[in-house]
């Protein structure tokens, strides 16, 4: 037995219970869970199975954990089984099964927390979008950071996952951005709705430079090539800020081709078929009252003019046309209204808007500087830029502080604390132990200490070895618990306090490798197998959050 299958050893143990009693086998779950009690002392393990079971069968709960507990006592590798109230099973491993964690942990490297919960799943991830009309800025930025650790969940939790971003290139703001470029170029102030920002004049000169027939020509025949060149040139700035955030689209889906290819009239067609559309005043609109929304929506207006609806509804229709199961949308915090026009698009389509879509809301991020407001860009004017938080904090830094927490709420980042080197700061504090540990293995390498091949588990018998190796056994439900709950701060979190921490105070009370003048023994060898797997435990979480696990700081 490992701790890994002891869940399937519990519910084992159920079987031979309900056999020897003549219980009725149905009642038993196809599968059960085990956790790791709040309180160590409590055990290694703790299972409520006998308070699920007990009423289904007629036996008083504690009666039925008593039942178990000594079943399980028979089970090879089990040290102790204790009764707690009213029928909570708390179960300690021997040291050897414990141990046999490290092991499994070097043999699958960099697969280990990757599980098969969402393995079939095709998952269209979409996050950022942002106009292609000014450069990232930090809003964007929480979603980049967010919604690229969410990839990486997701597809080690077995999902086959494709990153989507949308670029918003059919509506007025290109047109006014496209103005923008052309009275930059000429000397005049930017329109009264247009945009603002050093950004303007250096694409606006960049552009001139490019095709200098521009010069002193009129709006009519100039502003095509200032629509063109500017979002071609913006696009690209966009891109090249995302990559050297570490962050890659497989898709970058154009609204204009959207409109262009007939997507948006073939999804009103597909609508109608499914009895959804009707006609008043001239308008087309979509019953979407039906299926919970506030209010019908206008896909098309009296005047012929499709609406910024009718692309939602193309696009979704276009995703889920394209093969994906699930379509999941992360946006900001001013598109919380969209939550239920874009579920009742699902449902219209025919689609169960529980299961074919997801729309995830995240709240704004603010900037100080020893607890005062950064000012504002001098490049963009109103905004703080991702290159500009990247020049401030670096990469890791950034991706880890603002995928670090819920984005359920407000977020504020100081950039003095996330850039110091110091165990107050989450990041470094989890860096430095992958690098510390990699110390301690370079060590031992250089003196020739090896961990060899007769892994002996059961010398990692120390308070503290066990703690860590339990907290390391834990990692693959982590990913999957963050997986099912779109959550990827709840990997941050586990290396933070769980890991991170439970290492440290392993190495302050046991020592991996020997003084000098000391021989090698047996336990040396086995804490540098729980070493190597620690080191392995962070390396894989820090890449699911997109951050480098330096062997150096």
């Known amino acids: 037995m490992t701790p890994a299958n002891l869940a399937d050893t519990v519910l084992s143990a159920a079987r031979a219970v309900f056999e020897t009693r003549g219980l009725d086998p149905a009642a038993l779950p196809a599968t059960t869970a085990v956790e790791r009690p709040r309180n160590p002392e409590h055990g290694d393990y703790a299972s409520t199975l006998a308070l699920q079971l007990g009423k289904k069968v007629g036996v008083q709960p504690r009666e039925l954990a008593a039942a178990l507990a000594e079943e399980l006592g028979r089970r090879e590798g089990i040290k102790a089984v204790e009764i707690a109230g009213p029928g909570f099973l708390n179960i300690r491993l021997d040291a050897a099964v414990t141990g046999t964690i490290a092991r499994t ?45 969410l990839r990486r969940v997701l597809t080690a939790a077995g999902a086959e996952v494709t990153s989507e971003y949308y ?74 800020s995302l990559e050297r955030f570490g962050v890659h689209f497989d898709v970058w889906f154009s609204e204009k081709e959207l409109h262009d290819g007939g ?19 001239g308008a087309v609109w979509l019953r979407t009252t039906d299926f919970t929304d506030d209010k019908d929506r206008v896909l098309i ?35 919380h209204g969209y939550i239920g026009r874009l579920k009742a698009i699902a449902a219209c389509a025919g689609d169960d808007p529980k299961q074919n879509i997801e729309i995830l809301i995240g709240q704004l991020v603010n900037l100080v500087r020893a607890g005062q407001p950064v000012r504002l860009s001098k490049r963009a004017g109103n905004i703080i830029t991702l290159d500009e938080l990247l020049e401030a904090v670096g990469k890791d830094a950034a991706r880890y502080s603002l995928a670090r927490s819920s984005t359920d709420s407000m977020l504020t980042l100081d950039i003095e604390e996330i850039t110091k080197h110091s165990s107050d700061n989450p990041v470094f504090y989890v860096q430095y132990a992958h690098a510390r540990i990699s110390s301690i293995l370079r060590v031992a390498q250089e003196r020739g200490i ?38 990827p701060h709840r990997i941050a979190v586990y290396l933070e306090e769980r890991v991170a921490t439970d290492w440290h105070r392993f ?10 003048e000391e021989p090698v023994e047996p336990v040396n060898q086995a804490r540098l197998w729980l070493a190597e797997a620690t080191r392995t435990v962070i390396a894989n979480g820090l890449d699911l959050l997109g951050v480098s696990a330096p062997e150096r700081m």
């Open 105 to 149: 942990v070097v043999e699958a490297g960099a697969a280990y927390g990757h599980n098969e919960q969402l393995t079939g799943q095709k998952i269209n991830l979409e996050f950022v979008s942002a106009n292609p009309t000014g450069p990232i800025h930090l809003g964007h930025t929480r979603w980049a950071a967010v919604g690229d650790s």
């Open 167 to 240: 670029i918003n290139d059919a509506g007025a703001q290109v047109d006014r951005f496209a103005r923008s470029l052309f009275a930059a170029a000429n000397g005049e102030p930017a329109p009264e709705d247009g945009y603002g920002g050093d950004y303007i004049g250096e694409i606006a000169q960049q552009i001139l430079s490019e095709n200098p027939e521009l010069a002193g020509r009129p709006a009519e025949t100039a502003l095509p090539v200032f629509w063109t060149s500017g979002y071609a040139l913006m696009l690209k700035e966009i891109r090249e």
């Open 263 to 281: 997507a948006v009239e073939h999804a009103i067609e597909e609508l109608r078929k499914q009895g959804h559309i009707f006609e008043d005043g």
């Open 301 to 335: 207006r009296s005047n012929g003019e499709k609406t910024y609806f009718a692309a939602d509804a193309a696009y979704y229709i276009n995703k889920r046309e394209r093969g994906f199961d699930r379509c999941i949308y992360l946006l900001g915090a001013d598109h």
């Open 450 to 487: 090896s961990k060899g091949e007769a892994y002996d588990p059961s010398l990692l018998s120390h308070e503290r070895e066990n703690n860590l190796l339990k907290t390391l056994g834990q990692f693959p439900a982590v990913v999957a618990t963050a997986a099912e709950l779109r959550e």
């Open 507 to 516: 190495y302050d009370a046991c020592q991996v490798v020997p003084k000098p």
